[in-house]
């Protein structure tokens, strides 16, 4: 089985920062990483595929980078929307999220 | 506009055997290119992906679940289901019925069941 251990788990930025979220496969999976949103009560919503596909509808200050076992994703511009909890996913397996939070 | 709408009992108990239903509106689950399938997270934690069914019948699991999961298609009431048997505490969770247009990537979800299981 191929793993995902996405980082940090938790982060505290401020409207306007940039930030990163990282996952690492535990071998290579080419570019077959998604990155997902869920804000509280709510479903995930796809914000990513294939790396660094944007979904249809998601604001172009999420960006995903990354091929082989890196990935990264990043939010330029916080907006207040945008705290919420990230997750990627390769195939069946999920990361552990990233809970990013108001500073 | 598409939605998916989960039923099924909110409460199972151990060892006896979880059964949901996902209706689609505004689409067809004999759509070419799509699958349909079932992930859960349990209260406070992270997702987990169970299964999915493609327009051509073909299904796909989560290893760790496949021995007691079952998927299946009505297409007549544009509607699939999931059976989870044996179920036990660590079953509790929401679980959402979910589209994905190829490789995992699930691009519309239904709003959440909440399943416990508990006597």
């Known amino acids: 089985d191929i793993q995902v251990t996405q980082s940090p788990s938790s982060l505290s930025a401020s409207v306007g920062d940039r930030v990163t979220i990282t996952c690492r496969a535990s071998?290579?999976?080419?570019?077959?990483l998604n990155w997902y949103q869920q804000k509280s009560g709510k479903a995930p919503k796809l914000l990513i595929y294939?790396?660094?596909s944007l979904q249809s509808g998601v604001p172009s200050r999420f960006t995903g980078s990354g091929s082989g076992t890196d990935f990264t994703l990043t939010i330029n511009s916080l907006q207040p929307e945008d705290f919420a909890t990230y997750y990627c996913?390769?195939?069946?397996?999920f990361g552990q999220g990233t809970r990013l939070e108001i500073k | 506009q598409l939605q998916l709408q989960e039923s099924g009992p909110g409460l199972v108990k151990p060892s006896e055997t979880l059964f949901l239903t996902c209706t689609v509106f505004?689409?067809?689950?004999?759509?070419?290119?799509?699958?349909w399938g079932w992930i859960r997270q349990p209260p406070g934690k992270g997702l987990e992906w169970i299964v999915s069914?493609?327009?051509?019948?073909?299904?796909y699991y989560n290893p760790s679940l496949k021995s007691r999961v079952t998927i299946s298609a009505d297409t007549s009431k544009n509607q699939f289901s999931l059976k989870l048997s044996s179920v036990t505490a660590a079953d509790t969770a929401i679980y959402y019925c979910?589209?994905?247009?190829?490789?995992?990537?699930?691009?519309?979800w239904g709003q959440g069941t909440l399943v416990t299981v508990s006597s």
């Open positions: 071998q290579s999976i080419s570019s077959s």
């Open positions: 979910a589209r994905d247009f190829g490789y995992y990537r699930t691009d519309a």
């Open positions: 069914i493609g327009y051509s019948g073909y299904t």
């Open positions: 294939a790396a660094s």
């Open positions: 505004g689409g067809s689950i004999s759509s070419s290119g799509y699958y």
């Open positions: 996913q390769q195939s069946y397996s």
